[in-house]
T-cell receptor, first 111, second 114 residues
Framework: GAVVSQHPSRVICKSGTSVKIECRSL??????MFWYRQFPKQSLMLMAT?????????EQGVEKDKFLINHASLTLSTLTVTSAHPEDSSFYIC???????FGDGTRLSIL | DQQVKQNSPSLSVQEGRISILNCDYT??????FLWYKKYPAEGPTFLIS?????DKNEDGRFTVFLNKSAKHLSLHIVPSQPGDSAVYFC?????????????FGAGTILRVKS
């Protein structure tokens, strides 16, 4: 069964809306979780590393004020896309564990 | 700079035959390698991994081979089944340098024909 759960699976919203995506480790504790983004027909690009109890580490070129990450517990990390615009439309996926197991992803569509 | 490369965008194989997916890497610090399978609109599913201290790891129909001197790894699927049709991603990690962060290849689409 799934060891990493991601919610919601799909979001469609208007430009300017903030969207929160949750990532949970189901049967293990994760001090670190990872957030990826995948554009159509492209590979997974790491956006940031979520660290429980401390600030997330963002990859080069990822706006930390745009993509807010909170890792408040050992089983939950959240990614909030703030003031989303059409160019933020993408497939967002989280992972945790070793080997890394992935959630089923969130398809974000900004109108 | 692509540190992990999957040079074949797609591969087509007959059911029952062997599928061989290839992956090359450039960073000699990578010490842990993984293969994932992905269907559209789903997250990747972990298949098999190998540590740099090994040159082969087997799990059922899946075998991963690692050639450190050539910086090359491959995934063998035998026998291939139609349900294996998916995108396969190779990923690498250098714990000391990246702290379990994975670097992914671009993926190879595998089509298994029945």
């Amino acid at each position: 069964g799934a060891v990493v759960s991601q919610h919601p699976s799909r979001v469609i919203c208007k430009s300017g809306t903030s969207v929160k995506i949750e990532c949970r480790s189901l049967d293990f504790q994760a001090t670190t979780m990872f957030w990826y983004r995948q554009f159509p027909k492209q590979s997974l690009m790491l956006m940031a590393t979520s660290n429980e109890g401390s600030k997330a580490t963002y990859e080069q070129g990822v706006e930390k004020d745009k993509f807010l990450i909170n890792h408040a517990s050992l089983t939950l990390s959240t990614l909030t896309v703030t003031s989303a615009h059409p160019e933020d439309s993408s497939f967002y996926i989280c992972s945790a564990g070793r080997p890394q197991h992935f959630g089923d992803g969130t398809r974000l569509s900004i109108l | 700079d692509q540190q992990v490369k999957q040079n074949s965008p797609s591969l087509s194989v007959q059911e029952g035959r062997i599928s061989i997916l290839n992956c090359d890497y450039t960073n000699s610090m990578f010490d842990y390698f993984l293969w994932y399978k992905k269907y559209p609109a789903e997250g990747p599913t972990f298949l098999i991994s190998i540590s740099s201290i090994k040159d082969k790891n087997e799990d059922g129909r899946f075998t991963v081979f690692l050639n450190k001197s050539a910086k090359h790894l491959s995934l063998h699927i035998v026998p291939s089944q139609p349900g294996d049709s998916a995108v396969y991603f190779c990923a690498a990690s250098a714990d000391m340098e990246y702290g379990n962060k994975l670097v992914f290849g671009a993926g190879t689409i595998l089509r298994v024909k029945s």
